[in-house]
């Protein structure tokens, strides 16, 4: 989540100055918006631990130009593509740091429409393990309720063995809830995740 103050050079279409900021770790991703003038952005969020600025500036009018703070946040609402596989971690300082005590995060990530599961592929995970899995925990359910009666697999996640290769969804919605205690301190996870087609829509494209 980025926030600051905003003054550089006008122009309704920014084309002299301009910021410029994506979704993802180049230009490359979704474009968030484009900023000029002193109007100040609205507070900006990621969909995930990465966001990519870009600011161009010409030679003529000179502004006193801008301040970005930003913080981290964990959870939040994503979009499950066929064929684009995205990576989702447990934490801003994955890899760097271990996760932060006392967490409750959800992510809630929707397919694209309504005939497009949610696939998740666990490649690295690393929590506080006990038998119950009471303390640190990764549970991932059928819906955008947490309810126990969509959670999938039946159970929750932790330790240091991954989950099982792949999980689905079973329908266009899946939720992932991470939660951690107040003691111990791990690494933390990072998955993929990826659309689907729903089996129960191949069949009905099949029978037209």
Same mark, same amino acid.
């Given at each position: 989540?980025?926030?600051?103050?905003?003054?550089?050079?006008?122009?309704?279409?920014?084309?002299?100055?301009?910021?410029?900021?994506y979704d993802g770790v180049?230009?490359?991703?979704?474009?968030?918006?484009?900023?000029?003038?002193?109007?100040?952005?609205?507070?900006?969020?990621?969909?995930?631990?990465?966001?990519?600025?870009?600011?161009?500036?010409?030679?003529?009018?000179?502004?006193?130009?801008?301040?970005?703070?930003?913080?981290?946040?964990?959870?939040?609402?994503?979009?499950?593509? #066929?064929?684009?596989?995205?990576?989702?971690?447990?934490?801003?300082?994955? +890899? =760097?740091? $271990? &996760? @932060?005590?006392?967490?409750?995060?959800?992510?809630?990530?929707?397919?694209?429409?309504?005939?497009?599961? #949610?696939?998740?592929?666990?490649?690295?995970?690393?929590?506080?393990?006990? +038998? =119950?899995? $009471? &303390? @640190?925990?990764?549970?991932?359910?059928?819906?955008?309720?947490?309810?126990?009666?969509?959670?999938?697999?039946?159970?929750?996640?932790?330790?240091?063995?991954?989950?099982?290769?792949?999980?689905?969804?079973?329908?266009?919605?899946?939720?992932?809830?991470?939660?951690?205690?107040?003691t111990i301190n791990k690494?933390?996870?990072?998955?993929?995740?990826?659309?689907?087609?729903l089996p129960d829509f191949?069949?009905?494209?099949?029978?037209?």
């Amino acid at each position: 989540r980025v926030h600051g103050d905003f003054d550089v050079e006008e122009h309704p279409d920014c084309a002299y100055y301009s910021l410029s900021i994506y979704d993802g770790v180049s230009d490359k991703g979704a474009q968030i918006g484009k900023y000029c003038g002193s109007k100040k952005p609205q507070n900006i969020e990621s969909s995930s631990n990465r966001m990519f600025m870009h600011f161009i500036s010409d030679s003529s009018v000179s502004k006193r130009g801008f301040r970005i703070t930003y913080t981290s946040v964990c959870g939040g609402t994503l979009i499950a593509r #066929v064929g684009e596989p995205r990576t989702l971690v447990s934490h801003s300082l994955y +890899g =760097d740091n $271990n &996760y @932060d005590a006392d967490t409750y995060c959800v992510w809630t990530i929707t397919g694209e429409d309504i005939s497009v599961g #949610v696939n998740i592929t666990c490649l690295e995970f690393e929590l506080e393990w006990d +038998g =119950d899995c $009471n &303390y @640190d925990y990764v549970s991932l359910y059928n819906d955008a309720f947490i309810s126990d009666n969509e959670l999938i697999g039946n159970r929750r996640f932790c330790g240091e063995e991954l989950p099982q290769q792949t999980l689905n969804s079973t329908d266009s919605t899946m939720s992932i809830v991470f939660k951690t205690d107040d003691t111990i301190n791990k690494k933390g996870f990072k998955l993929i995740f990826e659309g689907y087609r729903l089996p129960d829509f191949d069949d009905e494209t099949e029978t037209k």
